[in-house]
């Protein structure tokens, strides 16, 4: 079982940086991360992906350049830098762990809110 708790959203400008974090416990070696997003009204959507090792991260490609994702296995956690900040970057963002062989994700924090305002 693995329990995810992410933290740092928050109202920032646009322009601005947030890093969020995702503070992961329980079994999680071999567990990939992920981060996505759901805007209000909308589906929710890849936003980042790293490995176990922290070797290999894949973005979606509209985001590519402004938003780094990282982690520290020491910490058990990953993080989600995001720079250049725009209103339509508004939405709640949640981590999600699976194992590397999977595409999809088993385990989903509860997501922190972010708000971008013009």
């Known amino acids: 079982q693995v329990q995810l708790a992410e933290s740092g959203g928050g109202l920032v400008q646009a322009g601005g940086s947030l890093r969020l974090s995702c503070a992961a416990s329980?079994?999680?070696?071999?567990?990939?991360m992920g981060w996505f997003r759901q805007a209000p009204g909308k589906e929710r959507e890849f936003v980042a992906r790293?490995?176990?090792?922290?070797?290999?991260?894949y973005y979606t490609d509209s985001l590519k350049g402004r938003f780094t994702i990282s982690r520290d296995i020491s910490k058990n956690t990953v993080y989600l830098q995001m720079n250049s900040l725009r209103p339509e970057d508004t939405a709640v963002y949640y981590c999600?762990?699976?194992?590397?062989?999977?595409?999809?994700?088993?385990?989903w924090g509860q997501g922190t809110q972010v708000t971008v305002s013009s």
């Open positions: 999600a762990a699976g194992k590397e062989y999977r595409r999809d994700y088993e385990y």
């Open positions: 790293i490995t176990w090792s922290g070797s290999m991260t």
């Open positions: 329980g079994r999680t070696s071999s567990y990939a």
